[in-house]
């Protein structure tokens, strides 16, 4: 992006990284207003931060929702953070017979269409004509090439899906928007109820914290120029191949 931005939707911002992207950019010189949405409508301490509910099964919901921001005159950053890889009653398989329908349908409802859908209710309202970025939080284990581990089979599938959804909408952006720009970001391993039940046999040192991750995930954001559009980036800035 050419400037600070100054109008910013977070959307997952109940989440770890999603709340560490709120309470970082409330931080940063030149910004002047955060809607951020959560499924429980999270409250942040900043005067600049306004918090909504979301539904994210809730087509009509989101419809609204991105309505509000017919008044606002333009965002110049949205960050989509939803995501899961374990549920209540889930966890990411470690071998073909551990796959199930159930899992499959899950994990490709909250990794893939939630975050579509809300892209494409809400990417409408991105500033048109100065740069403007839509970021979508992916992971590296999306990557096909990158793959040399296997398992996780659906939480895999979902989020070369969703790379896959984001490298598609970059095409048709680029036919309407110039200066718009969507991308992937894998913000690396990050402490959250999301990594926790994986983090045994890492290197602690390699765990980032929320809100060292949100910092990565500006950085990346700040670098992005419309010729990036639809590709996937890591936290440290490196693109990671399809
Ligand atoms: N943590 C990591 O190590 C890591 C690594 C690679 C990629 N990522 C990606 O980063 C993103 C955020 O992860 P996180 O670590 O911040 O996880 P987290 O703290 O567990 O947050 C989960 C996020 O997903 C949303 N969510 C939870 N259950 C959902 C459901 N049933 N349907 C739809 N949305 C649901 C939450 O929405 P609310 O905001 O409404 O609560 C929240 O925004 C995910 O896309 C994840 O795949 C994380």
Redesign the pocket.
Known sequence: MQSVPEQIVII???????GALVDHYATQPGVKRIFAF???GKPFSSDLVQSFKLD?YDEAAMADAAAHLDEVGGVDLMVV?????H?EDIMPEKALHDLTAHKFETLFR??TI?PALITKHFIGHLRPDSESVFAI?S?RVGSISDNNLGGWYAYRCAKAALNMFIKNTSIELARKHKHQCIVGI?????D????KPFQAHLDPKKIFSPALAAQYVQKVISDTKPEDSGKIYAWDGKEISP
């Open positions: 997952g911002a109940g989440g770890s990284i999603g959560s499924r429980e994210y953070t939803t995501g899961v890889l549920t909250i990794d939630v939080l992971a894998h913000p690396g391993t990050v959250s109820p999301l990594s």
